[in-house]
């Protein structure tokens, strides 16, 4: 079965670099094809793209957030980090991570999701 | 950077009804798009990928069609479970983007 969850903390100050840890099981970011990526989403706003990794090390960023954000992976621990530096307000959000099972495919599994609150 | 419009932004419908919802490419992404679903609260859920696959466990009142530009997801016959909202993505060629979403409300 695969699961992914994500972990981190739940306030962080303005400016400040937020960390967050996708945990998963039940795939390995070893296989030819898999993917994990973050996706976030404001309350009561739409789903935004943010990064992607893929079992090559190849890291992928949205365009409008590129200076900002930083993957990684550890595939021993089966985990990959995302950091995203010089928080601001308007970052508040749930970030959530997903799966993707092969080159070009779609997010089929996603974790719960943590909700980031940004102070000013 | 290719963009994603989704139409209606809301859809006021009844149970039973037959529904569709418009996902538009600002580019050809040949049918490399994905739909989802979303419950309040909730992560998404995938139910369509490349365009027209069903995805393992999602009911076959859900389908999907299009290519290149233009995509709709179609909801045969409403079931209470389905008032929530959809987005629908595109992923071509190392570019992500979700549409701004539709929200199925009840009449």
């Known amino acids: 079965q695969v699961t992914l969850r994500e972990s981190g903390p739940a306030l962080v100050k303005a400016t400040q670099t937020l960390t967050l840890t996708c945990s998963f099981s039940?795939?390995?970011?070893?296989?030819?094809?898999?993917?994990v990526s973050w996706v976030r989403q404001p309350p009561g706003k739409a789903l935004e793209w943010l990064t992607l990794i893929n079992w090559d090390d190849e890291k992928f960023y949205t365009t409008s957030l590129k200076t900002r954000l930083s993957i990684s992976k550890d595939t021993s621990k089966n985990q990959v980090v995302l950091t995203m530096t010089n928080m601001a307000p308007v970052d508040t959000a749930t970030y959530y991570c997903?799966?993707?099972?092969?080159?070009?495919?779609?997010?089929?599994?996603w974790g719960p999701g943590t909700m980031v609150t940004v102070s000013s | 950077d290719i963009q994603m419009t989704q139409s209606p932004s809301t859809l006021s419908a009844s149970v039973g009804d037959r529904v569709t919802i418009t996902c538009r490419a600002s580019q050809n992404i040949y049918n490399w798009l994905a739909w989802y679903q979303q419950k309040p609260g909730k992560a998404p859920k995938l139910l369509i990928y490349?365009?027209?696959n069903l995805e393992s466990g999602v009911p076959s009142r859900f389908s999907g069609s299009g290519s290149g530009t233009e995509f709709t997801l179609t909801i045969s016959s409403l079931q209470p479970d389905d008032f929530t909202t959809y987005y629908c993505q595109q992923y071509y060629i190392y570019s992500w983007t979700f549409g701004q979403g539709t929200k199925v409300e009840i009449k």
């Open positions: 490349k365009a027209s």
């Open positions: 997903a799966r993707i099972r092969g080159p070009n495919d779609a997010f089929d599994v």
């Open positions: 039940g795939f390995s970011l070893h296989t030819n094809g898999m993917c």
